[in-house]
């Protein structure tokens, strides 16, 4: 077996979505002005964590998607999200929604507390052309539904998507075959997982730092890794905790105007017409 190795660093800056929400984005920040920085499929991936309100209490009001998925996962705090098609749903400490917005979603995500910590993600996934116009939908994801796996060395991982030694998570398959796991491990712990070549893997730290292959990652830097087909991953002396995202390449055009992704520039027009003509979401 192969060991990848980073093929890419991608360095999170700060940024503000929503009515103001305060946030890290690495995938789908511009490199330099110029293009997002992307790792088909995966379009973007934002991290917020704050325990000051006016930092997060504004949320993300109503807004249109097309063409995508959106991964929310809370690890602290309370959100609450509402569509056009009169669907409400709860997302708590730990929980996960995983909405695929197909063809058009109009919604909101809104904090449904003052004060105290919000703490979590949001990635987009991509869709394959002959899908962005399917049906919109969702499921949230409680935290009970989250296995989590005992690692050799005293590690842990939660495993959304994918299966981990034998462990399913709740999704599973589609046509990207995503693999979301929240691994934490102790100091110089280590992981080492086979992971098929033909997939994008991304690497995120978010507590502590990591070296693969001899390369260090630090916390809130992004690693795209190379071809091979296993992952090893050693914790530095304080720990860490890291998402590891996989996925299978779309190897697609994409074409994105602000929450629409399509594969052509008449596409995204169509979705601002469509947007506009109030038929987005039909």
């Given at each position: 077996?192969?060991?990848?190795?980073?093929?890419?660093?991608?360095?999170?800056?700060?940024?503000?979505?929503?009515?103001?929400?305060?946030?890290?984005?690495?995938?789908?920040?511009?490199?330099?002005?110029?293009?997002?920085?992307?790792?088909?499929?995966?379009?973007m991936l934002d991290e917020f964590s704050s325990e000051n309100p006016d930092d997060?209490?504004?949320?993300?009001?109503?807004?249109?998607?097309r063409g995508f998925e959106t991964v929310t996962y809370l690890l602290d705090g309370h959100m609450l999200h509402e569509d056009?098609?009169?669907?409400?749903?709860?997302?708590?400490?730990?929980?996960?929604?995983?909405?695929?917005?197909?063809?058009?979603?109009?919604?909101?995500?809104?904090?449904?507390?003052?004060?105290?910590?919000?703490?979590?993600?949001?990635?987009?996934?991509?869709?394959?052309?002959?899908?962005?116009?399917?049906?919109?939908?969702?499921?949230?994801?409680?935290?009970?539904?989250?296995?989590?796996?005992?690692?050799?060395g005293g590690g842990r991982a939660k495993v959304v998507a994918g299966t981990l030694n034998g462990t399913a998570g709740p999704i599973q398959g589609g046509s990207t075959d995503p693999i979301y796991w929240d691994i934490e491990l102790p100091?110089?712990?280590?992981?080492?997982?086979?992971?098929?070549?033909?997939?994008?893997?991304?690497?995120?730290?978010?507590?502590?730092?990591?070296?693969?292959?001899?390369r260090a990652l630090k916390t809130h830097q992004g690693a795209v890794l190379g071809s091979g087909d296993r992952v090893e991953i050693t914790a530095a002396a304080d720990g860490a905790r890291f998402l590891l995202l996989a996925a299978q390449p779309l190897q697609e055009p994409v074409v994105q105007y602000g929450p629409f992704v399509m594969n052509t520039r008449?596409?995204?027009?169509?979705?601002?017409?469509d947007y506009q003509n109030g038929v987005l979401a039909v």
């Amino acid at each position: 077996m192969t060991t990848r190795k980073i093929q890419q660093i991608i360095d999170s800056v700060p940024a503000s979505d929503g009515a103001g929400v305060r946030l890290r984005r690495s995938l789908g920040a511009a490199d330099h002005g110029s293009l997002p920085m992307r790792a088909d499929p995966f379009l973007m991936l934002d991290e917020f964590s704050s325990e000051n309100p006016d930092d997060y209490v504004a949320g993300f009001p109503s807004h249109p998607h097309r063409g995508f998925e959106t991964v929310t996962y809370l690890l602290d705090g309370h959100m609450l999200h509402e569509d056009h098609l009169g669907n409400r749903g709860d997302l708590k400490s730990g929980g996960v929604q995983w909405m695929t917005a197909g063809r058009g979603i109009i919604h909101s995500e809104m904090p449904q507390q003052e004060n105290g910590r919000m703490r979590g993600f949001q990635l987009w996934i991509n869709l394959p052309a002959k899908e962005k116009m399917r049906p919109a939908g969702y499921r949230d994801i409680q935290p009970s539904e989250i296995p989590a796996v005992a690692l050799a060395g005293g590690g842990r991982a939660k495993v959304v998507a994918g299966t981990l030694n034998g462990t399913a998570g709740p999704i599973q398959g589609g046509s990207t075959d995503p693999i979301y796991w929240d691994i934490e491990l102790p100091s110089n712990g280590f992981f080492s997982q086979e992971i098929k070549d033909h997939k994008t893997v991304y690497i995120y730290p978010f507590e502590g730092s990591v070296e693969i292959a001899d390369r260090a990652l630090k916390t809130h830097q992004g690693a795209v890794l190379g071809s091979g087909d296993r992952v090893e991953i050693t914790a530095a002396a304080d720990g860490a905790r890291f998402l590891l995202l996989a996925a299978q390449p779309l190897q697609e055009p994409v074409v994105q105007y602000g929450p629409f992704v399509m594969n052509t520039r008449a596409e995204i027009e169509q979705a601002i017409r469509d947007y506009q003509n109030g038929v987005l979401a039909v």
